[in-house]
């Protein structure tokens, strides 16, 4: 119980690694408000949740692209339960393998809009609601940032995007008792991987592949990415801010 009537925001917590979070932080006893645009999957998520009997969760609905509707979602679950003391910027989008020549403007807007801008706007937004809490800040990044990605310059630019961002803003809100920190996975089993896979002839040959590109020899859990998360949000890791942690598998491994 480390989230013991804590309040967490998830966005785009109704499935993948945002529901990872969500389970676990509300397995600890924290409040959890789920940010999402996908009404059916988050009312079965929160029925989830709350059916538990630990911590309890609320959807929200929201299209983290739009500034507005984030900042009212935001404040909606400050409302909720009367704080914020954790955010999780977890909405993602990777775009299908594309070139740089091949890339147009209007995927680069798109992608930074929902793995970038979202991050910056949210995090504006629950500052407010942060400080009185000095709680903490956790950014999904990808090992993208470090490692780059084939015919991924536009998603790996806007996980670089986050993990400086990260840095920098660890920087700005340190001294006021503010930690943000970044979670950098590799591969991860999550419904995202399955739909790539199955654009693919062989998906079930292309997700062994995918596998066997960490040293552990399998992708991760949503769990294991959510306990990670449950880590920088807790008393924990206290003294760890402005840090990207690779949550690899070992794949960027034996060079």
Not at 64 to 85: C, N, Q
Not at 166 to 195: C, F, Q, W, Y
Not at 222 to 231: D, M, N, T
């Amino acid at each position: 119980m480390r989230m013991h009537e804590k309040v967490a925001v998830v966005t785009g917590g109704a499935q993948g690694i945002g529901a990872g979070c969500v389970k676990i932080l509300a397995r600890e006893g924290a409040h959890v408000a789920i940010l999402d645009v996908n009404r059916e999957v988050a009312s079965s998520l929160t029925d989830e949740i709350n059916s538990a009997g630990r911590g309890r969760a609320f959807f929200v609905p929201c299209d983290v692209t739009h500034r507005e509707e984030l900042r009212e979602a935001i404040d909606e679950s400050s409302r909720a339960w009367g704080r914020i003391d954790c955010l999780v910027n977890n909405a993602g989008y990777h775009p299908p393998a594309t070139s740089l020549e091949a890339s147009t403007p209007e995927l680069l807007r798109e992608t930074f809009a929902i793995n970038f801008d979202s991050t910056f706007f949210a995090c504006q937004f629950a500052l407010p609601h942060l400080r009185p809490s000095r709680g903490t800040i956790i950014n999904i990044s990808s090992m993208t940032a470090v490692l780059g990605q084939k015919d991924s310059t536009v998603y790996a630019a806007t996980k670089g995007a986050q993990l400086s961002f990260t840095k920098a803003l660890a920087l700005e809100l340190g001294p006021e008792g503010i930690r943000v920190n970044a979670v950098l996975p590799s591969n991860v089993d999550t419904p995202m991987m399955h739909r790539w896979a199955n654009t693919l002839d062989n998906p079930e040959g292309a997700l062994q592949q995918i596998a066997e590109l960490q040293v552990l020899g399998r992708m991760a859990s949503i769990e294991e990415i959510g306990r990670v998360v449950l880590f920088l949000a807790s008393e924990d890791s206290s003294f760890i801010t402005g840090q990207g942690i690779e949550v690899d598998g070992g794949a960027s491994l034996d060079y």
